[in-house]
């Protein structure tokens, strides 16, 4: 980037981290997207005048909310619930809800901020949108995550609905608490509508939702590997998270013939070097979802390594994907993997690579898929679900995973054109940035100064 621009981006910032104090994850993804757009910005004065990446860089809401519940035993608990509602210019708000003890507004608006990218491209109309709460269901019952869901969507139901705001699942929220919620909405408004994505089967789900993040990840990294007249099959994968995204990354790494060596959680990893089965990722499905175990327990039962307290990147792999968490790559494991020749890293999880590691693939040249590409798949599934419940009509599970292929294709293609430099290398960061924000950029400027 030139000097110029760089003085440009570093003002801006400047203004970013002076009008939202202490928002570190915000300000980082901002500023990965403001290197990408200003030299778009600057050479086109209509999104300069406009103030488009100043107004893109404010949500258009944010709630902010008490949601008191009560444990078993009696006692009143108080959590703060939010939702951000960054950007409704090609759809309505459209992003999951975490519920994880770290979750404050800084992270919320980060994960929104990246979600409006994600939408856009995945060519579906969905604005962009994050909420959640710092409640932590981890070690609660069933009855009392369903009391803690029923007070959240007490209050958010006022804020959301089906051509408003329609939240999914994320880290803490999968088909156990979309159950909740939607309940809770039904029972509130007496409306039966398509509120929230990620819905089961028999009420109003689609087929393929629970696979659709996995799948679509590793699709974008098979893409990837294209590009280098490369596949996946026979390569090892180091997987990260043991959560909904990367169980069902390794469902589809193993059938495309890859050997999945490692899943991890937030106490530790396993080494597995004979690679995860599918009889071995059924007991994972089983310990996670059901019996909502630790991963140390996988390396008891098949007698491998566990490696208490650490992240997989320093084990031998050809191809990476973060799927746990944000930040869970830094500079050090990155140089690890470029240094053990891993060619590519597709990002399940949203931003877990640091921009000091981001910096490292880029100037190794590696295959790198930011997440607002790579896992653009779960939300876009959530898009055909929304249009399944407008139709009223089903898609076959072959019809949607088809339709998701594609998506993954097409958002691979458009990082291509947008990001692909003279010498042939392949910037998807850069490709993701721009190809996600002019669709949403121009909306904006149709639809006047709002
Ligand atoms: P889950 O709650 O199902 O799983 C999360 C996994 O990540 C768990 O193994 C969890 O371990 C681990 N984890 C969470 N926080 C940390 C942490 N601070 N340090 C280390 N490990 C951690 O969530 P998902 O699989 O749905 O989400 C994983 C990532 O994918 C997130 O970044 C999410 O934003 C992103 N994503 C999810 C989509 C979806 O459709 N669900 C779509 C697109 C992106 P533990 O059990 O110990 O907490
Ligand atoms: O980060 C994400 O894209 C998600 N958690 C999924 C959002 C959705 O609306 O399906």
């Not at 609905?161 to 803490?172: L, Q, R, S």
Request: charged letters at 25%; glycine letters at 10%.
């Amino acid at each position: 980037m030139s000097d110029l621009l760089d003085v440009k981006v570093n003002d801006f910032m400047a203004k970013v981290i002076a009008k939202n104090p202490g928002e570190s994850e915000f300000h980082q993804a901002v500023k990965e997207v403001v290197e990408s757009l200003m030299p778009i910005v600057e050479e086109n004065p209509k999104y300069k005048y406009a103030k488009i990446l100043e107004r893109m860089t404010e949500p258009e809401r944010v709630i902010l909310f008490r949601v008191p519940w009560v444990d078993d035993n009696g006692e009143i608990h108080i959590n703060k619930g939010y939702r951000i509602e960054m950007n409704s210019a090609i759809g309505p708000y459209k992003g999951g809800i975490r519920f994880h003890p770290t979750v404050n507004l800084g992270i919320l608006k980060f994960l929104a901020f990246e979600q409006v990218f994600k939408n856009s491209l995945t060519t579906l109309p969905m604005g962009g949108g994050k909420g959640g709460s710092d409640f932590d269901p981890k070690g609660k019952s069933d009855q009392e995550v369903m009391r803690f869901c029923q007070s959240f969507m007490t209050e958010l139901q006022r804020h959301i609905g089906a051509d408003t705001d329609v939240p999914a699942g994320d880290i803490g929220v999968g088909g156990r608490e979309i159950g909740y919620m939607f309940g809770q909405y039904k029972r509130l408004r007496n409306e039966f509508t398509g509120v929230l994505t990620g819905k089961g089967i028999e009420w109003g789900g689609s087929l393929i939702r629970p696979e659709a993040t996995g799948y679509g990840c590793v699709y974008f990294a098979d893409e990837m590997l294209k590009t280098r007249k490369e596949s996946l099959k026979g390569k090892i994968a180091a997987v990260s998270g043991s959560g909904n995204v990367a169980q069902y990354a390794v469902e589809k790494l193993i059938s495309l013939g890859a050997k999945v060596v490692t899943l991890s959680d937030s106490s530790g990893y396993i080494y597995d070097e004979g690679g995860i089965t599918t009889e071995k990722l059924a007991y994972v499905l089983d310990l996670k979802n059901i019996r909502r175990g630790r991963i140390k327990e996988y390396a008891e039962k098949y007698d491998v390594k566990y490696v208490e307290g650490q992240r997989p990147w320093g084990e031998k792999c050809d191809v990476a994907f973060p799927c746990a968490t944000q930040n869970e790559i830094n500079e050090e494991d990155a140089k690890t993997l470029c240094k053990n020749d891993c060619m590519a890293v597709s990002e399940g999880a949203n931003m877990p690579s640091t921009p000091e590691a981001v910096e490292v693939f880029l100037k190794n040249e590696i295959l790198y898929g930011p997440g607002k590409a790579a896992n653009a798949g779960g939300v876009a599934v959530s898009g055909l679900e929304m249009t399944q419940n407008s139709m009223r009509l089903p898609w076959s599970r072959e019809e949607v995973d088809s339709k998701l292929k594609q998506i993954m294709v097409n958002i691979h293609e458009t990082c291509v054109k947008y990001g692909k430099s003279s010498s042939g290398f392949i910037n998807y960061v850069k490709g993701a940035n721009i190809g996600g924000f002019i669709k949403v950029a121009n909306a904006m400027l149709a639809q006047g100064i709002v």
